[in-house]
């Protein structure tokens, strides 16, 4: 187990140039946007327009601060904001994001047929890792267990088996969790 802290983040353009996006974590280590097998970021979306195109990549997107409605596709827009459930939807799909706060989303992607991703709200003051990679991000400050701090955008990245408890449950951290299919 290990402790991405928020400052080490890469910061890069997104693919369709429209903004800037936090790359967390991507597999195999230094992979471009276009041959990783998944990507996890966060990225600031701070006006209405489309998401970058990813043939055949899925995405998970969670909304860590604002709101926005998407459209996904020919589908029905869907409101999303920091209360709604993460949306997993295919990263070919044309997507557009109409932003109704500015939003800083949490983005999943893995390559269709190779990874399958869930993620999820944490609900626990411990866990263990299931998933063959597990990572959990932490949106507030946070103590694990045997002492050490951790602040705002601080990832913990866990191998199965791995297992973790914390002093307090954050009030706010996201369990990703990646397995080969």
Known sequence: MRVLRAGEHKRMPWKNGGGVT??????PSGAGIDDFDWRISMASVPASGPFSTFAGIDRVLAVLDGAMILTIGAKEPIFIDVASPPIAFAGDAETVAEVKLPVTDLNIMVRRGRFAARVTRLDRSSLVADSAVTFLLICSTAEIADGEPLSLDD??????????????????AWLIELDAV
């Open 22 to 27: 936090t790359e967390i974590a991507v597999s």
């Open 155 to 172: 990832v913990i990245h866990m191998e199965r088996g791995d297992a973790l408890t914390f002093r307090r449950r954050p009030e706010n």
